[in-house]
């Protein structure tokens, strides 16, 4: 099953729970205060919806809509952990918000360094495949870490990466 399908049937599933109103939050943030579970499972259960909401607000180019809505539930949790006082809607809105934007900065900053690594082992190659040509050999470790500026054991890893991807 795929991620939109399973995602679908969440929605689905969420169409059966209502949503939580503000009198309803404000007597289940009265039940947590006296430690009630229950109270804080509806709690977070009454908030889902706002989730979805959220999520589908953000675009779907870097992370799926249910990568999103995780994010988003795991936030939506925290944040009735850590609510005291305020407006609770707004507190959890916060930390939805908070949370997709995180994990959309982290799928960037992932990408970015995927990018770079992939840019460092062509650069690699290209050096290693001239150098070869020049001098009639293969390069060492020593004089391929010397043009491309980088530590040996730094260009060992990269090799050892390069490897491994042609290796899949």
């Not at 707004?90 to 799928?107: D, F, T, W, Y």
């Amino acid at each position: 099953m795929n991620e939109l399908n399973f995602f679908k049937m969440y929605e689905e599933e969420l169409e059966g729970i209502v949503p939580c109103d503000l009198v309803e939050t404000n007597q289940l943030l009265e039940k947590i205060q006296a430690g009630d579970i229950i109270a804080k499972n509806r709690l977070i259960e009454g908030y889902l919806d706002r989730v979805i909401e959220v999520a589908k607000a953000y675009p779907a180019d870097e992370l799926s809509i249910a990568e999103l809505v995780a994010e988003g539930n795991v936030a939506l949790a925290m944040a009735v952990e850590t609510f005291t006082s305020g407006d609770f809607e707004s507190h959890v809105l916060e930390k939805i918000h908070e949370a997709m934007k995180g994990a959309l900065e982290e799928e960037t900053m992932s990408e970015e360094t995927a990018q770079r690594l992939a840019d460092k082992i062509n650069a690699l190659n290209e050096i290693t495949t001239k150098m070869a040509e020049d001098l009639g050999r293969e390069a060492t470790l020593e004089e391929i870490s010397k043009i491309m500026s980088m530590e040996e054991e730094e260009v060992k890893a990269l090799m050892k990466l390069a490897l491994d991807a042609m290796a899949q």
